[in-house]
């Protein structure tokens, strides 16, 4: 009986440390939850309201969700340009292949989002690199290391622990994240997100001293 009782106690301890190694070993570009939230469906759009130093521009966009496969959502943008020697400067440091044959984005591109977090696939790789998990703390980094051994590094520098976030006609909760740049002539760019409203604002800081910083809204929530 002593033996039976031990072998138990053996296999159920097993299962244990099984379990706590895989809590453990749970990397910062993995990301669970549930994929069937509001901002994840297909159909959801999107809109932005950009801000170039002080001068808001109407972009012209258009952004839905064409496909969602287990959460990673496929998200279509066309957006215009303006005739802006400062805003078309901006526009060349995206990749050539976002634009049309008239110099405006139309583009895909994918991002997975969770009731847990969001991850995006910006890389050249194509990888998922974490922008936030909502049950984050400050300090939290989320790296990725390209195949050309270089590493983006997304840290978590603020928490709100109200609602304190002028969001159109909200106030709401946000997690800032900060990401070193590769990108030449941007400084840093800074990202802010919401568990409910997932990617709320994002700021190119420039090597210059200016800045280009964009709402983005959903239409379900």
């Known amino acids: 009986m002593n033996k039976v009782f031990l072998f138990f106690m053996s296999i159920s301890l097993s299962l244990v440390l099984y379990s706590c190694n895989l809590v453990d070993n749970e990397g910062p570009n993995e990301l669970g939850g549930n994929t069937d939230i509001p901002i994840a469906q297909v159909g959801n759009t999107f809109w932005v309201s950009t801000n170039f130093n002080g001068t808001s521009y109407d972009l012209k966009d258009t952004i839905e969700i064409s496909k969602n496969d287990a959460g990673v959502t496929t998200i279509h943008v066309k957006a215009t340009i303006p005739d802006d020697p400062k805003l078309k400067q901006y526009a060349s440091y995206l990749p050539a292949f976002v634009f049309d044959e008239n110099g405006n984005i139309d583009t895909e ?13 910006f890389n050249k790789d194509q990888k998922p690199h974490t922008m936030v998990k909502y049950d984050c703390k400050v300090g939290d980094k989320y790296q990725l290391t390209k195949s050309n051994g270089k590493t983006i590094t997304r840290t978590v520098i603020a928490k709100s622990d109200e609602d304190d976030f002028d969001y159109a006609f909200f106030k709401i909760k946000t997690t800032t994240i900060e990401q070193d740049s590769r990108i030449p002539g941007v400084k840093k760019i800074i990202y802010k997100t919401n568990h409910k409203f997932g990617l709320v604002w994002v700021s190119f ?17």
Do not use: L, R
């Not at 591109?109 to 995006?120: A, C, P, R, V, Y």
């Not at 800081?205 to 959903?218: A, C, H, K, Q, R």
């Open 205 to 221: 800081e420039m090597e210059d001293g200016t800045s280009n910083s964009s709402y983005v809204f959903t239409s379900n929530y």
């Open 109 to 121: 591109f994918k991002m997975k989002m969770t009731s847990e977090g969001i991850q995006d696939y």
